[in-house]
């Protein structure tokens, strides 16, 4: 179960899921597809994507999360590297304080992954803190589900 805490959130998930990691790995680098299944987010534009080696890509997009009539939008950083097998994630604008993220892919022989999310976030602002911690807590609480339906989805199981 994600743990949130009010005053600063931060949200650890450890979980093995049925897929390989480097399907996983890239299930998680197509950021332009997050509208489609992760909780609350609404929509995601790329802004750009470059390798900096062939392990290592760095992709700059804008999300928009929300819940009802509240939206945040904001730009991030991600920095995704194959070869320690860890996506990190940064916030670079928006409301947020500081936001990061953290994905991990463990294999667990070749058709098995243990999967490390965390992410760590904080509001500039008392007042969005106070009504957009519960929705970006809900997003990020659900992400791996989310990405695990996507993976059963996407690809076959063995």
């Known amino acids: 179960m994600p743990r949130v805490s009010a ?4 949200i650890r998930i450890t979980k093995r899921i049925g897929h390989r990691w480097d399907d996983l790995f890239n299930l998680v680098l197509d950021v332009e597809s997050y ?3 992760v909780p609350h987010c609404r ?6 994507r470059r390798a900096a080696s ?8 804008r999300m928009t999360v ?3 009539g509240l939206e945040v939008s904001y730009a991030n950083r991600t920095n995704a590297d194959a070869a ?3 996506i990190e994630v940064e916030a670079i604008d928006g409301p947020l304080r ?14 098995r992954t243990e999967i490390d999310f965390s992410v760590d976030f904080e509001f500039s602002s008392l007042l969005l803190a106070a009504v957009a911690s519960r929705v970006f807590g ?4 659900e992400m791996v589900d989310a990405f695990e339906r996507r993976a059963d989805r996407r690809f076959p199981r063995r």
């Open 84 to 86: 320690r097998r860890i």
């Open 35 to 37: 509208a489609a299944f």
């Open 98 to 111: 500081y936001l990061r993220a953290v994905w991990r892919f463990v294999p667990h022989g070749d058709h």
């Open 66 to 68: 929300g819940l009802a």
């Open 7 to 10: 005053s600063t959130p931060r």
């Open 54 to 61: 062939p392990t290592h890509t760095i992709i700059v997009s």
């Open 43 to 48: 929509k995601v534009r790329l802004l750009s």
């Open 138 to 141: 809900s997003m990020f609480g």
